[in-house]
Protein backbone atom coordinates (compact mmCIF):
# COMPACT_ATOMS: atom_id res chain seq x y z
CA UNK A 1 0.00 0.00 0.00
CA UNK A 2 1.20 3.78 -0.42
CA UNK A 3 0.83 4.41 3.75
CA UNK A 4 2.89 3.70 6.59
CA UNK A 5 1.55 0.13 7.66
CA UNK A 6 1.93 -1.67 11.41
CA UNK A 7 1.87 -4.85 12.29
CA UNK A 8 0.31 -6.37 14.52
CA UNK A 9 -2.68 -4.05 14.77
CA UNK A 10 -3.04 -5.67 17.96
CA UNK A 11 -1.08 -7.26 20.76
CA UNK A 12 -2.01 -8.98 23.89
CA UNK A 13 1.12 -10.26 25.97
CA UNK A 14 1.57 -11.31 29.47
CA UNK A 15 4.13 -9.42 31.65
CA UNK A 16 7.64 -10.45 31.00
CA UNK A 17 7.75 -11.77 27.86
CA UNK A 18 9.19 -10.14 24.88
CA UNK A 19 7.23 -8.54 22.05
CA UNK A 20 8.15 -6.87 18.47
CA UNK A 21 6.44 -4.69 16.73
CA UNK A 22 7.07 -3.50 12.94
CA UNK A 23 6.85 -0.79 11.33
CA UNK A 24 7.15 -0.50 7.52
CA UNK A 25 7.20 3.28 6.27
CA UNK A 26 6.17 4.90 3.00
CA UNK A 27 8.62 4.04 -0.02
CA UNK A 28 11.64 6.34 -0.26
CA UNK A 29 10.89 8.33 2.91
CA UNK A 30 14.35 8.56 5.10
CA UNK A 31 13.15 9.06 7.78
CA UNK A 32 10.94 7.18 10.64
CA UNK A 33 9.33 7.97 13.94
CA UNK A 34 8.47 5.88 16.50
CA UNK A 35 5.70 7.54 19.49
CA UNK A 36 3.28 6.03 21.66
CA UNK A 37 0.31 7.03 23.24
CA UNK A 38 -0.57 6.02 26.39
CA UNK A 39 -4.22 5.74 27.66
CA UNK A 40 -5.80 9.46 27.83
CA UNK A 41 -2.23 11.25 27.24
CA UNK A 42 -0.75 13.18 24.16
CA UNK A 43 2.05 11.31 21.67
CA UNK A 44 5.41 10.43 23.02
CA UNK A 45 8.43 10.36 21.23
CA UNK A 46 10.50 7.42 21.90
CA UNK A 47 13.19 7.21 18.91
CA UNK A 48 13.96 8.75 15.47
CA UNK A 49 15.52 6.96 12.56
CA UNK A 50 17.31 8.91 9.32
CA UNK A 51 17.98 6.04 7.10
CA UNK A 52 19.13 3.15 9.62
CA UNK A 53 20.88 5.36 12.24
CA UNK A 54 19.32 6.62 14.68
CA UNK A 55 20.74 10.17 16.06
CA UNK A 56 17.92 10.82 18.69
CA UNK A 57 17.13 7.46 21.42
CA UNK A 58 16.50 10.03 24.14
CA UNK A 59 12.84 9.01 24.04
CA UNK A 60 13.44 5.26 24.82
CA UNK A 61 11.73 4.79 28.26
CA UNK A 62 14.27 2.23 29.81
CA UNK A 63 16.72 -0.56 28.47
CA UNK A 64 14.23 -2.60 27.78
CA UNK A 65 13.17 -0.92 24.45
CA UNK A 66 15.50 -0.78 21.48
CA UNK A 67 14.49 -0.32 17.78
CA UNK A 68 16.52 -0.84 14.38
CA UNK A 69 15.84 -0.15 11.07
CA UNK A 70 16.84 -1.84 7.87
CA UNK A 71 17.62 -1.27 4.24
CA UNK A 72 16.25 1.87 5.24
CA UNK A 73 12.64 0.58 5.37
CA UNK A 74 11.13 -1.80 8.04
CA UNK A 75 11.94 -0.89 11.61
CA UNK A 76 11.32 -2.73 14.46
CA UNK A 77 10.95 -1.40 17.97
CA UNK A 78 11.21 -4.44 20.67
CA UNK A 79 10.21 -4.17 24.19
CA UNK A 80 11.49 -7.06 26.56
CA UNK A 81 10.40 -8.06 29.75
CA UNK A 82 7.62 -6.02 29.38
CA UNK A 83 5.34 -4.42 32.31
CA UNK A 84 1.59 -3.16 32.46
CA UNK A 85 2.87 0.06 32.53
CA UNK A 86 4.04 -0.18 28.72
CA UNK A 87 0.63 -0.84 27.60
CA UNK A 88 -0.19 1.95 25.03
CA UNK A 89 -0.95 2.52 21.47
CA UNK A 90 2.83 2.37 19.78
CA UNK A 91 2.52 4.71 16.54
CA UNK A 92 5.09 4.46 13.58
CA UNK A 93 5.66 7.72 11.12
CA UNK A 94 8.06 8.15 7.88
CA UNK A 95 8.54 11.43 6.26
CA UNK A 96 10.53 12.39 3.07
CA UNK A 97 13.79 13.17 4.27
CA UNK A 98 13.03 14.35 8.42
CA UNK A 99 12.77 18.31 7.80
CA UNK A 100 11.00 19.49 10.52
CA UNK A 101 9.07 21.52 8.00
CA UNK A 102 7.57 18.21 6.89
CA UNK A 103 4.65 16.07 7.47
CA UNK A 104 4.63 13.19 9.32
CA UNK A 105 2.52 10.26 8.12
CA UNK A 106 1.34 8.04 10.67
CA UNK A 107 0.60 4.42 10.74
CA UNK A 108 -2.84 3.06 12.50
CA UNK A 109 -0.63 1.64 15.24
CA UNK A 110 -0.06 -1.24 17.46
CA UNK A 111 -2.51 -1.41 20.72
CA UNK A 112 0.09 -3.55 23.19
CA UNK A 113 -1.21 -4.49 26.23
CA UNK A 114 0.23 -6.16 28.96
CA UNK A 115 -1.43 -8.30 31.31
CA UNK B 1 12.71 22.85 28.16
CA UNK B 2 10.65 21.93 25.05
CA UNK B 3 6.86 21.12 26.52
CA UNK B 4 3.66 22.04 24.30
CA UNK B 5 0.68 22.07 26.24
CA UNK B 6 -3.10 21.88 25.45
CA UNK B 7 -4.63 22.43 28.80
CA UNK B 8 -8.03 22.11 27.78
CA UNK B 9 -8.73 18.14 27.35
CA UNK B 10 -12.05 18.58 25.46
CA UNK B 11 -14.32 20.81 23.66
CA UNK B 12 -17.83 20.77 22.65
CA UNK B 13 -19.33 22.84 20.05
CA UNK B 14 -22.56 23.36 17.90
CA UNK B 15 -22.60 22.37 14.16
CA UNK B 16 -22.34 25.30 12.36
CA UNK B 17 -20.25 27.33 15.42
CA UNK B 18 -16.85 28.27 15.55
CA UNK B 19 -14.22 25.73 17.23
CA UNK B 20 -11.05 27.17 18.86
CA UNK B 21 -8.15 24.98 19.93
CA UNK B 22 -5.53 26.68 22.43
CA UNK B 23 -2.13 25.31 22.47
CA UNK B 24 0.86 27.03 24.23
CA UNK B 25 4.46 26.39 24.12
CA UNK B 26 7.91 27.41 26.37
CA UNK B 27 10.61 28.56 24.59
CA UNK B 28 11.26 30.96 21.94
CA UNK B 29 13.60 29.60 18.68
CA UNK B 30 12.83 29.77 15.35
CA UNK B 31 10.16 26.28 15.04
CA UNK B 32 7.33 25.32 13.17
CA UNK B 33 3.83 24.27 14.08
CA UNK B 34 1.46 21.94 13.35
CA UNK B 35 -1.96 20.40 13.91
CA UNK B 36 -2.37 17.13 13.49
CA UNK B 37 -6.11 15.37 13.69
CA UNK B 38 -6.56 11.74 14.80
CA UNK B 39 -9.52 9.72 14.76
CA UNK B 40 -10.26 6.66 16.86
CA UNK B 41 -7.99 3.47 16.22
CA UNK B 42 -6.48 5.66 13.31
CA UNK B 43 -3.26 7.26 12.80
CA UNK B 44 -3.07 10.88 13.10
CA UNK B 45 -3.02 13.19 9.83
CA UNK B 46 -1.68 15.96 9.11
CA UNK B 47 -3.89 18.96 9.10
CA UNK B 48 -2.27 22.65 8.77
CA UNK B 49 1.13 24.09 10.09
CA UNK B 50 2.45 27.58 10.54
CA UNK B 51 6.01 28.76 10.23
CA UNK B 52 7.34 30.80 13.23
CA UNK B 53 7.96 33.80 10.60
CA UNK B 54 4.15 33.96 9.97
CA UNK B 55 1.14 35.01 12.79
CA UNK B 56 -1.38 33.23 10.65
CA UNK B 57 -2.09 30.58 7.87
CA UNK B 58 -5.64 30.09 6.47
CA UNK B 59 -6.66 26.75 4.82
CA UNK B 60 -10.15 26.50 3.88
CA UNK B 61 -12.51 26.10 7.03
CA UNK B 62 -9.17 25.48 9.07
CA UNK B 63 -6.80 29.09 10.26
CA UNK B 64 -4.12 28.54 12.60
CA UNK B 65 -2.50 31.87 14.53
CA UNK B 66 0.33 32.17 16.41
CA UNK B 67 0.89 34.94 18.77
CA UNK B 68 4.56 34.13 19.59
CA UNK B 69 5.02 37.46 22.55
CA UNK B 70 2.04 35.15 24.17
CA UNK B 71 4.02 31.45 23.13
CA UNK B 72 0.64 30.73 21.84
CA UNK B 73 -1.33 28.68 19.35
CA UNK B 74 -4.25 28.25 17.99
CA UNK B 75 -6.52 26.47 15.14
CA UNK B 76 -10.00 28.21 14.39
CA UNK B 77 -12.66 25.19 12.28
CA UNK B 78 -15.48 27.81 10.69
CA UNK B 79 -17.87 26.52 10.67
CA UNK B 80 -17.76 23.18 12.19
CA UNK B 81 -19.08 20.20 11.38
CA UNK B 82 -19.61 17.09 12.89
CA UNK B 83 -17.08 15.51 10.79
CA UNK B 84 -14.65 17.36 12.67
CA UNK B 85 -15.25 15.35 16.07
CA UNK B 86 -11.94 13.96 16.72
CA UNK B 87 -8.61 14.13 18.64
CA UNK B 88 -6.59 17.68 17.90
CA UNK B 89 -3.12 17.76 18.67
CA UNK B 90 -0.47 20.70 18.03
CA UNK B 91 3.02 19.56 17.57
CA UNK B 92 6.36 21.62 17.57
CA UNK B 93 9.16 21.09 15.16
CA UNK B 94 12.44 21.79 16.17
CA UNK B 95 15.81 20.12 14.67
CA UNK B 96 14.13 16.80 13.70
CA UNK B 97 11.96 16.10 16.18
CA UNK B 98 7.84 16.76 16.70
CA UNK B 99 6.61 16.90 20.26
CA UNK B 100 3.56 17.06 20.51
CA UNK B 101 1.21 18.12 22.58
CA UNK B 102 -1.69 16.19 24.72
CA UNK B 103 -4.83 16.45 22.25
CA UNK B 104 -7.86 18.20 22.57
CA UNK B 105 -10.95 15.89 22.14
CA UNK B 106 -13.19 18.31 19.87
CA UNK B 107 -17.47 16.90 19.78
CA UNK B 108 -19.16 19.10 16.92
CA UNK B 109 -22.70 18.27 18.02
CA UNK B 110 -25.54 18.30 15.11
Known amino acids: GAGVSQSPSNKVTEKGKDVELRCDPI?????LYWYRQRLGQGLEFLIY????????KSGLPSDRFSAERTGESVSTLTIQRTQQEDSAVYLC?????????????FGSGTQLSVL | DQQVKQNSPSLSVQEGRISILNCDYT??????FLWYKKYPAEGPTFLIS?????DKNEDGRFTVFLNKSAKHLSLHIVPSQPGDSAVYFC?????????FGGGTRLMVKP
Open chain 1, 93 to 105: ASSSQGFTNEKLF
Open chain 1, 27 to 31: SGHTA
Open chain 1, 49 to 56: FQGNSAPD
Open chain 2, 27 to 32: NSMFDY
Open chain 2, 50 to 54: ISSIK
Open chain 2, 91 to 99: ARGAGNMLT
